[in-house]
Every structure is written in C-alpha cells, then in structure tokens.
C-alpha cells in the first residue's frame, strides 16, 4: 500500500536549513495498522502529511495505491487525496454549521454523487460507527467521542484504501479513546484498510501491528507485533 524511498524533507527558516525528515525508506502492507511515535519535532507528523500528499518531500519517493504521489501536480493530488485516502485529525474538523449526515456526506456531494447513494453511504457509515439515529445531531450537540467517529465516518465516505490519523484520541478520555481504537482495528481486519497513526500515547500504539519510532527526522526502529526489526541512525549512515 505505500512504500517510502528514501524521502527527505528540508523546511527553509530564516536561522537556516531545518531537516525534518532524512532519507528514510518505509514500506506498509494493505490492511495493517501502522502507529508512529516519537517526541514532539522528531518528523512524525511531516512524515504524516507527506504520506497525505499535504506535502511534498525535498527528496525521495512516496508510492501509494500504485501511484507516485509526489510526482503528482496539486491538481491531481487533491483529487487523489479526496477519492484515496480518508484523513482523521485530533481536533475531529467537522463543520459546525453542518448536521452529521451533511458531514460525512460532504466528499461525496464534492465528487458529485447521487442523493440517493448518499443517503444509502451516510446510513450505512452511521451504523458502522455505531451514531444510528444522530443525522440532524450538530457537532456541538454531540460528545468527544461521537464526533470522533462522526469524523471518522466522513474519511470512511469514498472508501479510501488509505486512513491516516493525526492524534485521533489525543483530545478524548480513556473510554472513548478505546473506543476509537477499536474502531480503528476493526477497519483494519474486517475491511482492509490500511491505517497509520500518529500518536504520543504508548498504550494506544499498542493496539497497532506496527509500532514505528521517529527521531530526529530518523525512522529509528520498526517493532512488528511478533518480531522486532531495529534500526538505528548509525546503521543507517554506515
């Protein structure tokens, strides 16, 4: 599902050159749940947004779903970011002066679908995230956890082979954040999605297949449940 080829990424500040991420090589299979972890300014988050198409990497290669989105023009890679892959954010982003149905149906009225398949779509997501009975609910109606799944929902709309999540349950309480992170593995085994999650919390990354730790714009080590591949900087400069 996404193979990273040794993508670097440089921001240009004014007190200089600052390398986000370094020649990092990555590859995730289809249906694995992927947690990234590593402190506050190690790359995580660009690596994120570069796997996102948010961005472009200074160098390297991101392949995803067969396609090489950076070589993509903004054009294409907005539409292949609104019918490929579903983006999940720490801050849920739902538009306030929408209903939950609205929400979640939002892509598909941008990509011009039928009211009747989505209507048939939006249902279908409602049950799946467990919100029956909540489409004329607003955001400000609903809980932490609930718009968490309403925004989940919304990135499930175009069937996207790809979820990415930033923090989903940075802003929820223990209970709801288990919630979400079941609903994140199920995803996973039961459709085949393929997800990766940025997350601070230890406890949540153990829910993942792979957990990936990221520092100082280094991929450092790599532990797959049932075996650990690790690597450090100085292997990778050797």
Same mark, same amino acid.
């Given at each position: 599902?996404?193979?990273?080829?040794?993508?670097?990424k440089?921001?240009s500040?004014?007190?200089?050159?600052?390398?986000?991420?370094?020649?990092?090589?990555?590859?995730?299979?289809?249906?694995?749940?992927? #947690?990234?972890?590593?402190?506050?300014?190690?790359?995580? +988050?660009?690596?994120? $947004? %570069? *796997?996102g198409?948010?961005? =472009?990497p200074?160098?390297?290669?991101?392949?995803?779903?067969?396609?090489?989105?950076n070589?993509?023009?903004?054009k294409?890679?907005?539409?292949?970011r609104?019918?490929?892959?579903?983006f999940?954010?720490?801050?849920?982003q739902?538009?306030?002066?929408?209903?939950?149905?609205?929400?979640?149906g939002?892509?598909l009225? #941008?990509?011009?679908?039928p009211?009747?398949?989505?209507k +048939?779509?939006?249902? $279908? %997501? *409602?049950?799946?995230?467990? =919100?029956?009975g909540?489409?004329?609910?607003?955001?400000?109606?609903?809980?932490?956890?609930?718009?968490?799944?309403?925004?989940?929902?919304?990135?499930?709309?175009?069937?996207p082979?790809?979820?990415l999540?930033?923090?989903?349950t940075?802003?929820?309480d223990?209970?709801n954040?288990?919630?979400?992170?079941?609903?994140l593995?199920?995803?996973?085994?039961?459709?085949?999605?393929t997800?990766?999650?940025?997350?601070?919390?230890?406890?949540?990354?153990?829910?993942?297949?792979?957990i990936?730790?990221?520092?100082d714009?280094?991929?450092?080590?790599?532990?797959?449940?049932?075996?650990?591949?690790?690597?450090?900087?100085?292997?990778?400069?050797?």
């Amino acid at each position: 599902m996404i193979t990273v080829s040794n993508v670097s990424k440089v921001y240009s500040l004014e007190s200089g050159d600052f390398h986000a991420l370094k020649d990092n090589h990555l590859h995730v299979r289809k249906g694995e749940f992927v #947690a990234i972890m590593g402190p506050s300014g190690s790359g995580k +988050s660009t690596l994120l $947004q %570069l *796997l996102g198409g948010l961005d =472009l990497p200074t160098s390297g290669h991101i392949v995803v779903d067969g396609v090489e989105i950076n070589t993509l023009d903004e054009k294409e890679r907005t539409l292949f970011r609104r019918t490929k892959i579903g983006f999940v954010f720490q801050n849920y982003q739902l538009l306030p002066m929408m209903t939950v149905e609205e929400n979640i149906g939002l892509s598909l009225h #941008a990509n011009h679908a039928p009211k009747a398949k989505i209507k +048939s779509v939006v249902k $279908q %997501l *409602l049950s799946d995230v467990n =919100l029956q009975g909540k489409e004329l609910a607003f955001p400000s109606q609903l809980s932490g956890g609930q718009q968490q799944r309403v925004a989940i929902a919304r990135a499930l709309a175009m069937k996207p082979g790809l979820l990415l999540a930033d923090e989903p349950t940075g802003n929820l309480d223990q209970r709801n954040g288990e919630d979400i992170l079941r609903l994140l593995s199920k995803l996973c085994k039961e459709e085949q999605i393929t997800v990766v999650m940025v997350t601070h919390d230890r406890q949540a990354a153990e829910v993942a297949d792979r957990i990936i730790q990221v520092r100082d714009g280094f991929i450092v080590e790599d532990n797959h449940k049932g075996g650990t591949r690790h690597e450090t900087v100085e292997n990778r400069m050797a």
